[in-house]
């Protein structure tokens, strides 16, 4: 319903998808996602949209409110509770699956580390006479050198990352 309203209201204004997008400050596709369903704005977008649209939020979630009553403003404030809390749902699956990328990173570091640390850089004894050998221990070598500079920076992003993306 909500996604009906919101084309149906940015049409009978004459914008666009682009224009709308412009006034409420967003990417056109956002606008076409709430369009399709296939996202809702949050009660401060919500908010936003209907200055935009130059329409009472009633009228976006499918109520055509002539006088603001009290059953009114309850059953709006319900609607808005729902749209906040699925929309606070999403902010925690993606929190969550970004702490994890980060304990991912910070485990993938020492291994790695110690994967190189036992090898023991092999690559310096190879015949480099042999074309296929030279190659590989090239691209082995150059892997060592830049997982050494970049292991520690990424280490500490990570670190920070698992502290700064737990609840």
């Known amino acids: 319903m909500l996604s009906e309203n919101i084309k149906r209201i940015r049409k009978e204004k004459g914008l666009s998808q682009e224009e709308l997008a412009g006034k409420v ?9 709430w369009e399709q369903g296939l996202s809702v ?5 919500l908010i936003a949209i209907s200055k935009a649209l130059e329409t009472p939020v009633s ?3 499918g109520e055509n409110m002539i006088k603001a009553e009290v059953d009114d403003l309850d ?3 319900k609607k808005l509770e729902v749209i ?3 929309l ?3 902010k925690e699956k993606k929190r969550k699956r970004i702490h994890g990328l980060f304990i991912i990173l910070a485990l993938m570091i020492p291994v790695i580390f110690l994967v190189l640390l036992f090898l023991n850089s092999p690559y310096l004894n190879w015949d480099y006479g042999n074309p296929e050998s030279a190659v590989l221990g090239t691209a082995y070598h150059s892997f060592e050198w830049a997982f050494a500079r970049i ?5 500490i992003l990570a670190v920070i990352g698992i502290i700064r993306t737990r609840k």
């Open 75 to 77: 059953i709006l404030a």
């Open 25 to 33: 400050y967003v990417v056109r596709q956002t606008i076409s996602k």
């Open 88 to 90: 606070s749902e999403e």
């Open 41 to 45: 704005p949050d009660s401060e977008m």
């Open 59 to 61: 009228s976006l979630l």
């Open 84 to 86: 906040n809390f699925m």
């Open 151 to 155: 292991a520690p920076i990424a280490m």
